[in-house]
C-alpha cells in the first residue's frame, strides 16, 4: 500500500486526515499517520489475519489500556467500524500512537530490566482468564510449539556447531516435557521483543504490535521479554534475573514455572535464529532483526551452569534454587594444593569460574563477560584461531622431541632470531619462562665459571628453587627464606619512588654492592619491572648496572618473560627502551598464546661455552607443536600489526589514565608503556603513602562492572594494566570508565 493510500484509509474510515509514514512490520503493513500534534498507527493486515482474529486483538489491547497507559488504544471514529475490509484486499484497524524509541535503539539500558519484567507481568495480570478461539492459532512464535518448530526449522542451519547448539536445545526441551505439560495456560502478547518494547526518558514507555498474540504458557510472556531484554548484556543471566524479579512483583509465578525459565528463554533465542535461518535471503530486514546478538548469546549460554542459571532465576521469581551438593571450590579447595591462590577471594567478591575465553574478553559459568585486562599470556587474543589450527594440524602429524631432523622447529628458532638484534645466533626452546630464566642461569655459569648472581629489588624470574633464590619478590615475601649469601640485590631506580636514581649516587650504591660479594656470573633483571609494580627503571641506571657487571665479567641477562612480543610498543623487546645489549634473553607468557613455550636466545660465545659435553635434553622443549604455535604467534603479531597496536592504544590509555588524575587525587602516579601500564594508589600525594585497601577496593568493584585488572608492587597499590595486544580504543575507553567509576565511590 502507498503512503498516499494510507492517509486516505484513515481519513475516510478513521476520521483521522494527516500524513503517512511507513513503519516496519513482519506480517502487517504499518503506517504512523501524523494528523496535527496527534499521531495514530494504521495497519493493514493481509486477509489471512480474519476479522475474528483482530476482534480479539482489539478486544485484548482495550483491555490493557484501560489497564496501564503503556498500552495503545484501538482507535475508532464514533459510529464507524473499527476494523475495515479494504476493497483491494486486506483490513485496516487503527490504534493511538507512543512516542518512544525500540529498547533495542536505546542502547538496552540494564536498569530497565525490572521495569520489563513488570510490563510483562502486567500483559499476563490483565489478560488473565480472556479467551478467544481465534488465539488459539498455529505460529512459530508460540513458544508452546517451540519443539516442533525447532525440529522442523533446525535443519536450516548450515553451520554445523550452530546446529548442534540448536539441537542441544531441542534435547533438553524434550526431556522437560512432563513439566512443560504441566506449564497454565493463558493469552499472552507473545512477543515482549527489544523492538516492540519502546523506552523514553529512560524509562519503559510502552509495549506495542500485538500481531504475535496467542494462547500459550503464561510464562512464555516472561521467557520471551527476558530473552530480548539481555541480548548483548555484559551479565546476561544477572539481568534476566532482574526482569523475572520485575515481573513477579505483579504476576504470580509457579514452582514448575519458575525451574522452567531458563530453558524457555535458550529456547525462545533458538526458534528466533532458526526462524532466520529459515528465511535467510529473503530480504526481509524485520526477519533477521537481532541475529547477530541472538546467535552470539545462544553461544555464550551454551558454555553457562545451567542448574545454577536456572536456580539464579528461580531465585529470582522467589522460588527455591535446586541442591548442590558439593560447589566447585569446595572440590578444589579438596584437591588442590593451599599455596595455589584464586584472584578475587570468597572474602571480596568472590572468584571467578571462567568457562570460555575469545579476544578480549572472557566469559564466566553464567555467561557474564568480562574485559580481561590481565591477561599478557593471550598475548594475541583469547583462543586465536590460527594459533589453534597450527597447533591442531601439527599435533594431528606429529609431535616429538628434539632428537630428530624437523624444518618447523628450525624455522622457529630462525624467526625468533630474526627478531632480535644482531649478535644472538642461537635459540633454545623450553616450556616456561622459569625454565627459560634456570637455563639462562646455567649459561651464566657456564660462560663464567662463576656462581653468584645478581638481580633487581622486587623481581620475580620463575617458581623453581633456584629463581626464587633470585626473586626477592619471593624470597622477601610471605613464607620465604630470605636472600640467599650468592645473590646480590641491586637497588631499582625507581623514577617515581627512588627520587636521584640516575645519579652518582646510585652508582656507587651498585658497585659496592657487587664488588661485596663473590663476584657475579652475571645479572637476571627486567628491563620494566612488573612484580615491582610495573616499575620502568631509569635508562642511565639501567645501562649504568650492566657496564658494572660486565665489566667484573659477568653477563646480562634481560627477562623478557612478561615484556617481550611487541607488548611495549614502542619496541619488539623492552630492554631496548633503555639502549641495553644484553648477552641472553628468556621469553615465555606470550610467546605461546597460552601453549606452554618458552625460549632462551643468546650469542655464539655463550651458547658455546654452555656446550661443554653434557648434553642438554628437555623432553618437550622444542617439540613441534609448540615451535608451530610459536610461530602462528609471530605471523600473527606482524599480519595483525599489533605492536603498533598496542604502541597507539596504550598512548591513548596513558593520556586518559594521566587525565583521570585530575578528577582523583589517589592517583599517585600512571606509568609504563604500550599495553603494560600501571596505575598507583595512594593517601596522599605528598607523602606518596600507598594505599592498598583502595586498590584491592577498585579491582573488586571493576570486577563488578566486567572488567578484570590485578594488583602488584612492594605495597600491593598497583594496579597492573597488561590486556591482549588486541585491545581496542573501545576497549580503553571501558576500562578508563571503569577505573573512573570504581575510584569514585570506592
Ligand atoms: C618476569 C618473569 N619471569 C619469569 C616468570 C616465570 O614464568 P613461568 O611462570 O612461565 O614459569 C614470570 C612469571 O610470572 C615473570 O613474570
Known sequence: MTTARAAAVAATHFGISGVAFELPGEVDTNFRIRSGDDSYVLRISPESTTASLLAARQFAMTRLAAASVRFQFPHSPPGGEAIVALPE??????????????????????????????????????????????LDRESHWNLAAAPTVLRELGPHVSNPADRALIDDILDRLIVQVPKLQQLPKQVIHGDINDLNVLVADGEVVGLIDFGDMNHSWR???????????????????????????????????????????????????????????????????????????????LERLDYVDSIAAAGELAAAAGKPRPDRTHSIGERRDTVLGGALSLTYRASDSGPL?????????????????????????????????????????????????????????????????????DGFEVVYLVNSGSEANELALRMARAATG??????????YHGNTSAMIDLSPYKFNGPGGGGQPDWVTVLPLSDPYRAGDVGGDGYRETVSQLLGEGEPVAGLLAESIVGCGGQVIPDSAGMRMIYGEVRERGGVCIADEVQTGFGRIGSHFWSFQLHGLEPDIVTMGKPIGNGHPLGAVATTRAVAEAFANGMEYFNTFGGNPVSAAVGLAVLD??????????????????????????????????????????????????????????????????????????????????????????TFSMENADKLVAAVDAALAVS
Not at 585530575?662 to 603494560?676: E, T, W, Y
Open 636 to 725: 600473527a603479531i606482524e599480519e595483525e600489526e599489533l605492536q603498533e597496536n598496542a604502541g597507539k592504544v596504550g598512548d591513548y590509555l596513558l593520556s586518559e589514565l594521566r587525565a583521570s588524575m585530575m578528577r582523583h587525587q589517589a592517583i599517585g602516579d600512571v606509568r609504563g608503556s604500550g599495553l603494560f601500564l600501571g596505575i598507583e594508589l595512594v593517601e596522599d600525594r605528598a607523602t606518596k603513602a600507598p594505599n592498598a585497601e583502595l586498590t584491592a577496593a577498585v579491582v573488586n568493584h571493576a570486577k563488578e562492572h566486567g572488567v578484570l585488572l590485578s594488583i602488584d608492587g612492594p605495597h600491593h597499590n598497583v594496579i597492573k594494566i597488561k590486556p591482549p595486544i
Open 89 to 134: 484486499g486486506g483490513s485496516a484497524t487503527m490504534v493511538t500512537w507512543i512516542d518512544g524509541a525500540p529498547y533495542a535503539d536505546a542502547r538496552r539500558p540494564v536498569e530497565l530490566a525490572a521495569d520489563i519484567g513488570l510490563l510483562a507481568g502486567t500483559v499476563v495480570r490483565v489478560l488473565e482468564g480472556f479467551h478467544h478461539p481465534a
Open 450 to 459: 662463576r656462581r653468584a648472581m645478581a638481580v633487581l629489588d622486587h623481581g
Open 219 to 297: 510464562i512464555a510472556e516472561l521467557a520471551i521479554a527476558a530473552a530480548y531484554t539481555i541480548l548483548d548484556q555484559d551479565d546476561p543471566i544477572g539481568v534476566a534475573a532482574d526482569v523475572v524479579a520485575g515481573y513477579a512483583q505483579i504476576a504470580a509465578v509457579s514452582a514448575v514455572e519458575a525451574e522452567l525459565i531458563y530453558d524457555l528463554i535458550r529456547a525462545r533465542l533458538a526458534v528466533s535464529a532458526c526462524v532466520s535461518a529459515s528465511r535467510a535471503g529473503q530480504g526481509n530486514p524485520h526477519h533477521m532483526v537481532s541475529e547477530t546478538e541472538v546467535w552470539e548469546l
Open 353 to 421: 569460574h571462567i568457562v570460555r575465553g575469545e579476544g578480549v574478553y572472557l566469559y564466566d559459568d553464567m555467561g557474564r563477560r568480562y574485559l580481561d585486562c590481565v591477561n599478557n599470556v593471550a598475548h594475541i587474543g583469547h583462543g586465536h584461531l590460527d594459533v589453534v589450527e597450527a597447533a591442531t594440524e601439527q599435533m594431528v602429524l606429529l609431535n616429538t622431541n628434539t632428537r630428530y631432523l624437523h624444518d618447523t622447529v628450525i624455522s622457529y628458532a630462525e624467526r625468533l632470531l630474526a627478531k632480535l638484534p
